[in-house]
DNA sequence: GTCTATAAACTGATAGAC
DNA sequence: GTCTATCAGTTTATAGAC
């Protein structure tokens, strides 16, 4: 509970270098083995410690699965909101789902390994962790049912389709492009003015009047 | 190898009941626990039989992943040529592509463990269950791949993004569905109509002259 | 076809030296 | 902070009775 902070630290508490390599390790194991696959010795090795030695860093693999979780989540948040909150005021909706679509894929992308894990054994680990994670992915996903609601009171979304369908299958199918996106084949950039458009548009030409 | 098959029975090899009780019941476990993290215990518990009977019917607990691997992607595969093949030939791509669409929501949302299963534990595989399993997954990518350049190539398909790029992203919404479809939530031709629309014309409204 | 029994190896976690 | 040593439990797979 409580941790000790040298005075005069800028970090807060939890931030040793071996603890982030162990985070780190922790979820690019998780994101190729599976969770219960992945063993507290192959993590350490891969950390450079003995086994024994990260239980003086975490409490359980559970606690590491926790933080690896909250993070893989909280990066993406972090983009999304960045990029959507620096709009000026008068942002067209579209602007802000632009501008939420390209923050996800960056940190889809960019922290792979957080990122993928999550996607990949959240529905695979104990209902324990679940039910402590769930509390944040429901804010995010708030977070984008309140920008698809108000683009549909704008009347810039289809009213076809539930909002709810809208939510999930785009972030779905954002989540899902780090099983597949290779970075040699075109430029960041490139890649979100393509799913953009997609999303946006759909897969069909349009004749235009 | 050779499989002794009784006179007049008209199933292939390889079909006794409890056999496919194993399948199932190993496709449902690694679904929601991951293929290593799910025991042969377990499975034999579920299928109503004691672990090392297990061995009459599998060489491996590799073998049962394989089978279970190409099971769920055979449904889909049927599905779909099922469904495309039977449109007349005068069809437009558009067409076709719905009916592909229509055909692995079926086999995914109608067969969820098998199809579950796959999607979620193809990245947490052994590489030599992942390489044998990968020809089957490249001829499906290719059917559809065939789909859409065809679809290109009338000037149905937009042109600003490659169809490697609209095939990946999808076919991987669409897979992605069967981990937040609810039937309770509507019927599954609704379900499907709405899915076709955002994939085919995007979530945004389009002013028509 | 299914069972019991067992082999040989691996698992998360703890205790205590340094 | 990291180490070694170890506990108690679990794992896939095999052997042989029925």
């Given at each position: 509970?409580?941790?000790?902070?040298?005075?005069?630290?800028?970090?807060?508490?939890?931030?040793s270098a071996t603890r982030e390599r162990v985070?780190?390790?922790?979820?690019?194991?998780?994101?190729?083995?599976?969770?219960?696959?992945?063993?507290?010795?192959?993590?350490?090795?891969?950390a450079g410690i003995?086994?024994?030695s990260?239980?003086?860093h975490?409490?359980?693999?559970?606690?590491?699965?926790?933080?690896?979780?909250?993070?893989?989540?909280?990066?993406?948040?972090?983009?999304?909101?960045?990029?959507?909150?620096?709009?000026?005021?008068?942002?067209?909706?579209?602007?802000?789902?632009?501008?939420?679509?390209?923050?996800?894929?960056?940190?889809?992308?960019?922290?792979?390994?957080?990122?993928?894990?999550?996607?990949?054994?959240?529905?695979?680990?104990?209902?324990?962790?679940?039910?402590?994670?769930?509390?944040?992915?429901?804010?995010?996903?708030?977070?984008?049912?309140?920008?698809?609601?108000?683009?549909?009171?704008?009347?810039?979304?289809?009213?076809?389709?539930?909002?709810?369908?809208?939510?999930?299958?785009?972030?779905?199918?954002?989540?899902?492009?780090?099983?597949?996106?290779?970075?040699?084949?075109?430029?960041?950039?490139?890649?979100?003015?393509?799913?953009?458009?997609?999303?946006?548009?759909?897969?069909?030409?349009?004749?235009?009047?």
């Amino acid at each position: 509970m409580t941790t000790k902070i040298p005075p005069g630290a800028a970090t807060s508490d939890a931030e040793s270098a071996t603890r982030e390599r162990v985070l780190l390790e922790a979820a690019r194991l998780f994101r190729h083995h599976g969770y219960a696959a992945t063993t507290l010795r192959e993590v350490a090795d891969a950390a450079g410690i003995k086994a024994g030695s990260i239980y003086y860093h975490f409490a359980s693999k559970e606690e590491i699965l926790g933080e690896v979780l909250d993070k893989g989540i909280q990066i993406v948040i972090d983009a999304v909101r960045q990029r959507v909150e620096s709009l000026p005021a008068d942002a067209t909706w579209r602007d802000r789902i632009a501008a939420g679509i390209e923050g996800h894929l960056w940190g889809m992308l960019h922290h792979g390994d957080f990122t993928s894990a999550n996607v990949r054994i959240y529905g695979q680990i104990p209902t324990s962790a679940k039910k402590r994670h769930r509390v944040v992915r429901r804010a995010y996903a708030d977070y984008w049912d309140r920008l698809f609601e108000s683009a549909l009171a704008r009347g810039e979304l289809r009213q076809d389709a539930g909002t709810a369908v809208i939510r999930l299958f785009v972030i779905g199918a954002l989540n899902w492009t780090v099983e597949w996106y290779d970075p040699k084949r075109g430029s960041f950039q490139d890649f979100v003015r393509q799913i953009t458009a997609i999303v946006f548009d759909g897969i069909l030409t349009h004749d235009k009047a």
